[in-house]
């Protein structure tokens, strides 16, 4: 086991996440937001000293709903500073990434902290957009504008 995959086995305890290898440089757990819940992957390349950590959406998108979805995912990504929205049209999947290269002797745990705990946010925070347009055919439009419109009083 490298430095890196060390050090990030060390934060998903630390930080009471329960984490399973999948491989030798890749792990699971979960996450369960106020809008949902899903998967995650941690992958580490020690080579590059690559750590990337995955949302994976467990929403599927119909081919019919390619369109509205890539539109959503595109304006989403637009104002983002940290990660982007990943959509693979043949599975039909949506993920969100994180990633820093960083080698393991720099890498910290509020380095850590800060990467999953951004990627599980944006999440949770577009979630509900991208399930109206699957579940209710919803417009990229309609559910953009419900993400990213303030409600009365939040400006």
Partial sequence: MGPLMKQAIEFFQKDEWDVQSLSDTVLQTAFKGDNGEWDCLAVILEESNHFLFYSVLNLKVPDDLHPPMGLFLHRANHGLNVGNFEFDINE????????????????????????????????????????????????????????????????
């Fill in 92 to 155: 039909g999947e949506v993920r969100f990434k994180t990633s820093i290269q960083v080698s393991a002797e720099n890498f910290n745990h509020s380095m850590f902290q800060s990467l999953v705990h951004h990627n599980v946010l944006v999440v949770d925070e577009y979630y509900p957009g991208i399930s109206n347009i699957i579940s209710q055919n919803m417009s990229a439009e309609a559910a953009i504008m419900m993400i990213e419109t303030p409600a009365v009083g939040d400006a």
